[in-house]
């Protein structure tokens, strides 16, 4: 019987060195290109996305600021994960961190992490954290800290909806406005000084300390103070009989009711021929005791304080109050477009007409109107039509002379109760009286360009037979199905 020869093996051990080696090669060149490919990505990456409802991209103005942005900013996300709008929020502080690599991110869920929640509660004491939810706090170091409240940032309005037969209303979501506050809590964690303003007293004008709902100015002050980083003073030009002081980057002069003195106009006229800014809000109460002398010295700036009381009839909720959806595209108005501002009795604030106006004359622009069909309420004799119910004027400086505040600004409006503590609060009051000042102290980056951002809703309407047979695909169709494919797989391996 002849002797079987051994079988050769397969690989000799040189080959098996071989094959280990080019594998080896293999593994360090995909580790190496996936190094790299990291390192390359933290500062040039392209970001894919699969929806245009996914897409968050940053407003010009937002992308202009964080470029010359050179302060580190910490912001802590401190939310609840399961919040409808966390993910957005989220997506938001992503894109200012991929401008600008100065703003770092840190997420604390107060639910499932105690733990971090619990030592931010102790770095941020002051801020109240143990019964706060659901805030964004900006950290500029040296004490500049700005939190803001995530659940403010949406807008809702309310809907009616069917309900077994009943109408029942729920809250349905319209804006998001967390970009305008995002940015605006970065300028004030890293501005090194505090606008001044001024609110003039002593003529019945509303009171920023005050909580009175109806005539009391303080969540306009709180939120001047908070949301703009503002520095607010009240002040008398009676009690100094001097100029508007140095320091005064705005002057605000809230529904005077009563004349002023000779001294306080000529100190006024003086303060916006040297470039001051003036936030002027009348009001129906004030015709009780006639002209306040503001007139006058407006009229100079090519604005009409006109005594007629503007109705409409077409937008209303009551007999005193008028709803202004029409706006001009000025800078204070265009981010309120598709919403409104809710006035009290309001007076028609207009434009001096000029046959030759001069060359150095203001820029005088009315920007916001009531409805085609208003009527004045004092004067029933005057035509039906649209009435300017504010008025914004802007001038620069002239040639050859230095000012101390630069261009002069003037904002007129013809109410001053639809920012008081009860009004304020409805329709887009809020976010006019932020626009108006933050326009006046000529910050454009929490005015021009960033408006807020609709939200879209996407619903599924199925009847309950719908849904069923939703269900029964759902959770037995599809894994019966798959079952299914298991088990022919199996037989026909077994035959």
């Given amino acids: 019987m002849a002797d079987e020869s051994e079988p050769k093996p397969s690989f000799s051990p040189f080959r098996k060195w071989v094959i280990a080696l080019n ?41 202009k600021f964080l470029a010359g942005l050179t302060n580190s900013v910490k912001v802590t996300l401190y939310y609840d994960k399961e919040d409808p709008f966390y993910s957005t929020i989220a997506e938001l502080l992503n894109e200012y961190h991929t401008v600008n690599r100065k703003i770092s991110i840190r997420i604390v869920d107060y639910k499932r992490d105690p733990g971090a929640a619990q030592v ?78 001024y609110f003039l007293t002593r003529h019945g004008e509303h009171d920023i300390n005050s909580d009175d709902e109806q005539f009391g100015y303080k969540k ?61 809000l009348f009001s129906a109460l004030s015709l009780n005791h006639g002209d306040t002398g503001l007139e006058k010295i407006l ?96 001038k620069g400086s002239v040639k050859g002379v230095i000012t101390e505040h630069g261009m002069t600004r003037i904002l007129v409006t013809g109410d001053s109760i639809f920012l008081a503590n009860h009004q304020i609060e409805s329709a887009a009051n809020r976010d006019f009286g932020t626009l108006a000042v933050n326009w006046l102290l000529d910050r454009p980056q929490l005015v021009e360009g960033i408006g807020p951002r609709p939200i879209t809703e996407y619903r599924l309407v199925m009847t309950r037979a719908q849904v069923q047979g939703a269900e029964w695909i759902l959770l037995g169709g599809m894994p019966g199905a798959v079952l299914l494919l298991g088990g022919v797989v199996w037989l026909r391996r077994r035959s």
């Fill in 23 to 63: 594998v080896g090669l293999v593994v360090a060149l995909v580790f190496g290109v996936v190094v790299m490919v990291n390192y390359v990505s933290r500062q040039y990456f392209l970001r894919l996305h699969v929806s245009t409802q996914s897409k968050v991209t940053l407003f010009p103005r937002t992308v």
């Fill in 120 to 197: 931010l509660r102790t770095n941020y004491t002051w801020l109240g954290l143990a019964s706060a939810k659901n805030l964004v706090i900006f950290d500029g170091g040296e004490k500049r800290i700005k939190a803001v409240d995530g659940n403010a940032l949406v807008k809702y309005v309310q809907e009616q909806v069917p309900s077994q037969g009943q109408i029942e209303f729920s809250r349905k979501p319209t804006f998001f406005e967390g970009e305008r506050a995002f940015t605006a809590a970065l300028i004030a964690v890293t501005s090194p000084n505090k606008p001044k303003v």
């Fill in 220 to 280: 306009l002050a709180t939120q001047l103070q908070g949301e703009s980083y503002l520095q607010l003073e009240s002040i008398s030009l009676l009690d100094t009989n001097h100029p508007v002081p140095a320091d005064c980057n705005l002057l605000v002069i809230p529904g005077p009711r009563t004349p002023f003195e000779d001294s306080e106009l000529e100190a006024i006229d003086q303060y916006l021929s040297q470039g001051g800014r003036l936030f002027a």
């Fill in 299 to 394: 009229a100079k700036w090519g604005v009409n304080v006109s005594n007629d009381i503007i109705s409409d009839p077409d937008a209303r909720r009551g007999e005193q109050d008028v709803i202004v959806g029409a706006f001009s595209n000025h800078p204070i108005v265009s981010p309120l477009t598709g919403l409104a501002i809710h006035m009290i009795l309001p007076r028609s604030i207009g434009k001096l007409s000029a046959h030759s106006p001069a060359a150095d004359a203001p820029n005088v622009e009315e920007i916001a109107f009531s409805g085609p069909h208003s009527l004045v309420a004092n004067a029933p004799g005057k035509p039906h039509r649209a009435y300017p119910l504010v008025v914004a004027v802007d």
